[in-house]
């Protein structure tokens, strides 16, 4: 006999300063096992599993991310009462936003979605340690004007064969950026960020292992003067072989929203 199934999306929020990303490792702690761990207690004997939407690194924090929820045999009684029971439970540095229900032809990887990264950066002096969790600070004077140019390089349909950490024979190079931009931050602010502070924000339907923060190590080296506009828009040509090394502190990148196709 076949045994019912039931599917809930739940939105999260996380800081991932202390964590090792999202996906369970043995012996370490990461968002999944934490969230498997109090789901492990806040349901008892019911049998469950979950699916994330995005695999994030160390130290990648997260102002809303998804996961699906799965439950075998019984559905969850009251998904209000079960939220007020899953955030008492859950370490005070994840957060769950919103849980509702979804039918079986929902697919948190497969179905269409959006999601928004930022990586908050400062350069020059050096940041308030309390700023140290959500953003990186690199010493040197950087060309921020340039780099603004650059991150316009990256919008639209490239190959980031480049901009990729071992891509296997079957992995999909070639992405679309709606959106790459760097402005000064006026959205994420404390009073122990410094003076002055930029955000690169990135949009797109999914990226590559460490794109975006080969993407911004590449825009570092830019503002450095170590690489130049031209070299940067080469190194988007399917048949140029100019591997970015320098990946950005994972510390600054932040996953802001994943938003879900109805």
């Not at 090792?20 to 049998?47: A, M, N, S």
């Not at 924090?61 to 998904?79: G, K, M, R, V």
């Not at 690199?138 to 901009?163: C, I, R, T, W």
């Not at 950490?165 to 006026?186: S, Y």
């Amino acid at each position: 006999m076949k045994q019912q199934r039931y599917y809930y999306l739940v939105k999260i929020q996380y800081l991932g300063y202390r964590l090792h990303g999202w996906q369970r490792q043995p012996g370490l702690k990461t968002v999944e096992g934490l969230v498997k761990k109090t789901l492990k207690f806040v349901l008892g004997d019911l049998r469950f599993k979950i699916l994330g939407s995005s695999r994030t690194d160390a130290m990648v924090s997260a102002h809303e991310s998804a996961f699906e929820l799965f439950t075998d045999h019984e559905p969850l009684e009251n998904l209000a009462d079960f939220l007020v029971l899953f955030n008492k439970n859950l370490p005070p540095d994840i957060r769950a936003l919103s849980i509702k229900e979804v039918d079986a032809g929902f697919n948190i990887i497969q179905h269409p979605k959006k999601k928004e990264y930022l990586y908050l950066f400062s350069f020059g002096r050096k940041s308030h340690p309390f700023a140290a969790p959500l953003m990186a600070t690199f010493p040197e004077k950087l060309e921020v004007d340039l780099m603004m140019q650059g991150a316009k390089l990256f919008e639209g349909k490239h190959s980031f064969h480049n901009y990729c950490t071992k891509p296997t024979p079957h992995t999909v190079l070639q992405r679309e950026i709606v959106l790459c931009e760097i402005v000064p931050n006026k959205e994420i602010t404390a009073s122990f960020f410094p003076d002055k502070s930029f955000l690169l924000r990135v949009t797109g339907s999914g990226f590559l292992r460490n794109q975006i923060r080969l993407m911004m190590g590449c825009l570092v080296q830019l503002g450095r003067g170590e690489y130049t506009i031209e070299e940067v828009q080469k190194s988007l040509d399917p048949d140029v072989k100019m591997p970015m090394t320098y990946i950005a502190p994972g510390s600054g990148l932040i996953l802001n929203k994943v938003e879900f196709d109805q």
